[in-house]
């Protein structure tokens, strides 16, 4: 009877004010419970991702390449090998010996005659140490690492690949040369340059001790030699530009008198330096940059502004309103790369804000750039192509930089050298692929140093007497 008595009184007590209290805790705890339950049921269904432009591809290009933070560093020394060129492998060109030597360079130390390193401002600022930073960082992008180390790895595949007397090559070792020292003098390699200074110095020796008495670095008049001349000159106008070397100088000259002779009544310039009516804007290009690079650099030979102008005049018979694009030899033909070889000649000259010029870059947004599809004179067209749209800026060149430098990066060699995509692609006939690696190296390498081998700004060609020579693009300071 006990034990039913403290039965009822626990059951009187739950019921009562303690068992009020605890049913209050449960349904408090419930409806806590329903609260939680539900917002998580209304999580939000649509995220929003803000992602800088490119940004995907890039992280997919960057699981491709090996991760790295900075730039790799240079090995203290690099097995050279020279290679042995058989002499039956030599074109007609390269097989006429040297006439004699206008300069004794064998003899000269080049590197002598620069007792200190030189400030390049201006035009060339970017191509110091510092500069280059600076350039890569702010047009290049995220890319700007990857470009770099692609470039620097170029330049080593180059130095070994040198042959004994200087040059590179063949086919042509007259503009293959050319090309790769156009590529050291890109990064801002000299003859005073710790790593590449012989290499460059051995290159200069070779191109002076190609030329004949009368300026000519090419020994016959055949279609390649307003190539390879124009290279050429180049190649030592931006060599003088950037050390000042005194004997350099009327090398230089007798080079631009070549050019100048052989232009055009109309401004442009054909095979064999042809004056006939035949005019060619692939041709033309390479003299333009000769005579741009001459004449920043201090070049007197009379006549050499009035010949710029004459080229634009040129150049400009030949752009096609209707298609918006320059032609080869006529308004009806042309590649992009031809098109943008128009582009970059009349940016060279001061004329790139002309409604042509404007007109041509919306023409080439839809260039190709597809190293398994490359279609014809890939790498040459890419050259100009990426150039012109550097010197055009904005929107233009930001989208065409990521096609660019996603593509050559990729698709270099591992020992730095680049083979002709049209080789890569299995096509083994004609075009790019006859020109072997250093056409290639040298090309690709070039197109990847365009964020600072010429700040983007061109100023009109100054107007005043004939032999006045206004080099106000580029100052050279001697400390």
């Known amino acids: ?10 059951l009187e007590h739950a019921v009562g004010p303690t068992g009020s209290v605890i049913l209050h805790i449960l349904i408090i705890y419930a409806l806590m419970r329903l609260l939680i339950f539900t917002t998580a049921e209304k999580a939000p269904e649509v995220e929003v991702v803000v992602m800088e432009p490119e940004a995907v591809e890039l992280e997919e290009f960057e699981q491709e390449l090996e991760q790295i933070e900075e730039l790799p560093e240079l090995p203290e020394e690099m097995p050279t090998t020279e290679a042995v060129v058989p002499e039956e492998t030599l074109d007609v060109e390269e097989a006429i010996a040297p006439m004699e030597e206008v300069t004794d360079f064998a003899a000269l130390d080049i590197r002598s005659e620069v007792q200190s390193p030189l400030i390049i401002k201006g035009l060339f ?17 995220r890319w700007g690492k990857y470009t770099e180390r692609a470039v620097i790895k170029a330049l080593e595949w180059l130095k070994k690949h040198q042959n004994a007397d200087g040059s590179w090559g063949p086919p042509n070792k007259t503009a293959m040369t050319g090309l790769a020292l156009l590529t050291f003098l890109a990064h801002g390699e000299t003859t005073a340059s710790e790593r590449y200074g012989e290499t460059v110095e051995k290159a200069i020796k070779y191109l002076v001790a190609r030329q004949d008495a009368e300026g000519r670095f090419c020994k016959t008049a055949n279609q390649s030699g307003p190539y390879a001349h124009a290279i050429a000159t180049y190649a030592i106008s931006e060599a003088y530009g950037l050390t000042r070397i005194p004997a350099l100088k009327a090398v230089m000259e007798r080079a631009i008198q070549v050019i100048l002779d052989g232009q055009q009544d109309g401004g442009g310039w054909n095979y064999k330096y042809d004056r006939g009516p035949r005019r060619d804007t692939s041709v ?11 004449y920043l650099a201090g070049a007197d030979n009379p006549g050499i502004k009035k010949a710029m102008e004459k080229s634009v005049a040129d150049l400009k018979s030949v752009f096609n309103p209707e298609t918006g694009r320059f032609g080869y030899t006529d308004k009806g033909s042309g590649t992009d790369g031809v098109c943008a070889i128009g582009i970059l000649c009349l940016q060279f000259l001061g004329h790139g804000k002309d409604p042509e010029v404007r007109a041509a870059i919306q023409a080439l947004k839809g260039a190709k750039c597809d190293w398994k599809d490359p279609g014809s004179w890939a790498v040459y067209g890419w050259y100009y192509i990426s150039q012109a749209n550097f010197h055009y800026g904005g929107s ?22 680049w083979t002709a995509p049209g080789e890569a692609a299995g096509v083994k006939h004609g ?11 040298t090309l690709a390498a070039l197109t990847l140093q365009v964020y600072y081998r010429f700040l983007p700004t061109y100023q009109p060609i100054a107007v005043q007497p004939e032999d006045e020579t206004d080099t106000d693009d580029i100052e050279v300071e001697v400390i």
Do not use: F
């Open 284 to 294: 033309a290009g390479w003299q333009v940059q000769a005579l741009k690079a001459a």
């Open 1 to 10: 009877m006990e034990l039913d008595y403290r039965i009822r009184q626990v």
């Open 125 to 141: 600022a970017g191509r110091s140490k510092s500069g280059r930073a600076a350039m890569l960082g702010k047009y290049a992008g």
């Open 431 to 441: 075009k790019e692929t006859y020109l072997g690696k250093v056409y290639s190296t």
């Open 396 to 417: 233009t060149w930001n989208a065409w930089n990521t096609r660019i430098a996603r593509t050559l990066t990729r698709s270099q060699n591992p020992d730095g050298s």
